[in-house]
């Protein structure tokens, strides 16, 4: 579903983008079905830059596009792993965003994070976390623990979803063990595999796009999925709730970055800028339903965002962002996965 | 003939092809070169290669390093590999089983109407593969188009679990690729003289004799070319297997794009499309050399 959605959202941006405007061009590549269409039209509107937007559906993706030379794109929204090795292969470039005049809206606790530290290069676009949802009409659990989802009870054989990607399986199923994440110590990951040769026998499909149908046509009980997009499908009437495990769930944080290849690079700042205000990135977060790193949103949230579970999580919850991992950690990682699935 | 074209014959012939060259050239050939050269070199850690030779891509086929950092046979990717054409056997059986009949009632239609049917056949071609293959979703889950009307007459109680299986694969890739089998029978079946198969009957061959003896070895070259243009296709297919197989089975076209994209190993995605290309061309010429053959024996007699 998610693909049709794409399709016509990425239709709709490119007719409204192919009138010629004032303000000159921006290409935004975002994952798909991240990008809310009356954002953009308030952009256009505003400052007379005229968007267009390709999707993709995987960090891997944006990365292997951009060193396959890819170019054309402004403005891409890597996850925080992934920007020290855009950084590092010179794939993306340095806007100074610390001197954009709305960066004084940016909260503290997010200036100058550990993937950026000099915040030159990046700006926030929403973030969140990962972890497992259920059918609460169908399953007899309440989501309390990982086990539930790494060593499931009998009622979860063959109706158990996981993501297609290994990257953020393993690292729940490093909260979930206790291990540290990115290990090179074949021992540690040795005991993932098994442990994840273990789930394969209650697992139904690999999924990353359509959890929600999944779980409300009963076909899975428990798929992994990402909090705001738990709360979409929860808000367009799937039976689903979304776990908050004891042990910890995965965070990611998802920023906006100019490629080294960018030819409007002025208006990917203008865009920047844009979104640092409180009104425009309100707006987003209503549509997505994840957190923002911009002060003041939380005054034009509706009383729906300000409620819903997937955005305010339990108070004292462990949540770990995933570091950019060794290519000898990459490579463990790759290795338990095709083993797992060959 | 204007005067600034070449004068000799062969250079002329050159011109005139020179179009296709180019098409061919840049459309096909240099897009495998790249991925053969990509094949002999070494992966860089965060994706593209770097320009060190290396038949590493190759050895991982067969082998891998244990955590002893021995070499040691490693069934894995042969495993994969023979997955894929497992089930591309399979889906290519249900395309001929389903196929062959159809264009078979084509052809016995009356002209006027074989035409119609024919784009029928064409018409599922004009929507997005990846929006049928989604279609089938709701066909073949739980409480879908099949299961909902057995669920209500009481047949079955429980999910009959038709997605996400091999069975489900196959049923997808049949779907998709069925009009590459219908087509090129139909238009074996087309030249058929059906005069062969009244003097069949007229010797005393039953309708089955007649079909095996008569119909199958006449309509056979189509039958091979749609056997191949099925076949071809299947072994790489990608979205059936993701999305109706659930993705739990990695095949080779699968294999190849986490190749690409999580495992950050071009060479060894180049090398397995390798791979997968030399099969295909192997098996092309070995069906080139048979239909020679055939051509031979056949103008001796």
Partial sequence: ???????????????????????????????????????????????????????????????????????????????????????????????????????????????????????????????????????HELYSGKGESLAEFFEPSEEVRGRLSIFQTPDEVISLANIYLGTEFCSEDPKVMKKIQDMLLAQKDYVVALNSETMSDLLTSGEAIITNHWSGYNRLGRLAGAPITYAYPKEGVVGWFDSLVVPTSAKNVENARTFMNFMMDPVNMAMLTENQGYGDAVKGTEAYYSEEVKTAPEINPPKGLNVVFAPTCSPKAQALIDKVWTKVWQ | MS??????????????????????????????????????????????????????????????????????????????????????????????????????????????????????????????????????????????????????LGIIDDSLRMMYSDGAIAVGLTYSYLPLMVLPIYASLEKLDFRLLEAASDLYANRWVTMWKVVIPLCKPGVVAGCILVFIPCIGAFIAPNLLGGGKKLMLGSLVQFQFSSARNWPFGAALSMLLLSAVVVSLIFYARAAKKRALMEGEV
């Fill in chain 1, 1 to 135: 579903m998610k693909y049709i959605a794409s399709i016509f959202a990425a239709a709709a941006v490119a007719l409204t983008g192919g009138l010629a405007k004032a303000g000159g061009e921006l290409f935004i590549y975002n994952w798909t079905e991240y990008t809310p269409p009356e954002l953009i039209e308030k952009f256009e509107k505003e400052t007379g830059i005229s968007v267009s937007l390709d999707t993709y559906d995987s960090n891997e993706t944006l990365l292997a596009k951009l060193q396959a030379g890819a170019t054309g794109y402004d403005l891409v929204v890597p996850s925080q792993n992934f920007v020290p090795i855009l950084v590092g292969e010179g794939l993306i470039q340095k806007v100074a965003v610390h001197e954009l005049p709305n960066y004084k809206n940016y909260k503290d606790e997010w200036r100058k994070p550990e993937w950026d530290p000099e915040q030159e290069y990046s700006s926030g676009w929403q973030w969140g976390t990962t972890s497992f949802s259920y059918n």
């Fill in chain 2, 3 to 152: 005067t600034w074209l070449p004068k000799s014959a062969s250079s002329r012939r050159w011109l005139g092809l020179a179009p296709s060259y180019i098409v061919i050239g840049i459309f096909m050939l240099i897009p495998m070169v790249i991925m053969g050269v990509f094949s002999f070199l070494e992966p860089n850690p965060y994706g593209g290669v770097k320009a060190v030779g290396s038949f590493d891509a190759y050895v991982k086929l067969f082998f891998e390093y244990d955590l002893e950092d021995q070499l040691v046979f490693n069934p894995g990717y042969i495993n994969i590999v023979w997955r894929s054409f497992q089930l591309s056997i399979m889906a290519t059986v249900l395309c001929l089983v389903v196929g062959f009949p159809v264009a078979y009632y084509i052809t016995l239609q009356p002209e006027n109407k074989r035409n119609f049917y024919i784009y029928l056949v064409t018409i599922p071609f004009w929507t997005n593969l990846l929006i049928r293959t989604f279609a089938w979703i709701i066909i073949l889950g739980r409480g879908g188009v099949i299961e909902l009307p057995l669920q209500k």
